[in-house]
Antibody
Framework: QVQLQESGPGLVKPSETLSLTCSVSGGSVISGSYHWSWIRQPPGEGLEWIGYIYHSGSANYNPSLKSRVSISVDTSKNQFSLKLRSVTAADTAVYYC????????????WGKGTTVTVSS | EIVLTQSPGTLSLSPGERATLSCRASQSVSSSSLAWYQQKPGQAPRLVIYGASSRATGIPDRFSGSGSGTDFTLTISRLEPEDFAVYYC????????FGPGTKVEIK
């Protein structure tokens, strides 16, 4: 079955760029039925959608993060990536990647999540 | 942006009891784009209900979803020990938003 795995630095300095990658196995990012999303969860808080990308490269972002976020897809490596610029302590969170069904807009497969701490 | 409100914040119940969780939207939401997730400590969320009332793969039939417009409900008919968790509702209009969650805890 499809599995997702997040990877990237666990510690990022303030004002720098957070970069994470989600590797997809057991399925393809080229599937026409799915978007590929990033979601985050600050410690002790709820879920916040960051954005999603389609295999064509078309992306949609949370309006509150749009000025700092970019999501890209590498179909040759079957992975997609997140960049969040100018981070602050408020960006400290568990970051999840998830497969998002195009037609009913739900997230049916999630990665285990990776913790990113913003600190000097 | 559509804001989702969940109530109650915490639900204290015993195994075998019925749980009723509410999700209210700040404006009308398409039922096809309303989902519920279960999250246990240290784990990723798990899809429970999609399309407001359809159970996800592997979800037992004690879980049911209902509602339309701005008011949606997740019902767990008889709580099992593994059901105690935090539940989030989620909608998609032009962007995704999640509710703040309802914690179902053991009384």
């Amino acid at each position: 079955q499809v599995q997702l795995q997040e990877s990237g630095p666990g510690l990022v300095k303030p004002s720098e760029t957070l970069s994470l990658t989600c590797s997809v196995s057991g399925g393809s990012v080229i599937s026409g039925s799915y978007h590929w999303s990033w979601i985050r969860q600050p410690p002790g808080e709820g879920l916040e959608w960051i954005g999603y990308i389609y295999h064509s490269g078309s992306a949609n972002y949370n309006p509150s993060l749009k000025s700092r976020v970019s999501i890209s897809v590498d179909t040759s490596k079957n992975q997609f990536s997140l960049k969040l610029r100018s981070v602050t302590a408020a960006d400290t969170a568990v970051y999840y990647c998830a497969r998002t069904y195009f037609y009913f807009h739900y997230m049916d497969v999630w990665g285990k999540g990776t913790t990113v701490t913003v600190s000097s | 942006e559509i804001v989702l409100t969940q109530s109650p914040g915490t639900l204290s119940l015993s195994p075998g009891e019925r749980a009723t969780l509410s999700c209210r939207a700040s404006q009308s939401v398409s039922s096809s784009s309303l989902a519920w997730y279960q999250q246990k400590p240290g784990q990723a969320p798990r899809l429970v209900i999609y399309g407001a009332s359809s159970r996800a793969t592997g979800i037992p039939d004690r879980f049911s979803g209902s509602g339309s417009g701005t008011d949606f409900t997740l019902t767990i008919s008889r709580l099992e020990p593994e059901d105690f968790a935090v539940y989030y509702c989620q909608q998609y209009g032009s962007s995704f938003t999640f509710g703040p969650g309802t914690k179902v805890e053991i009384k």
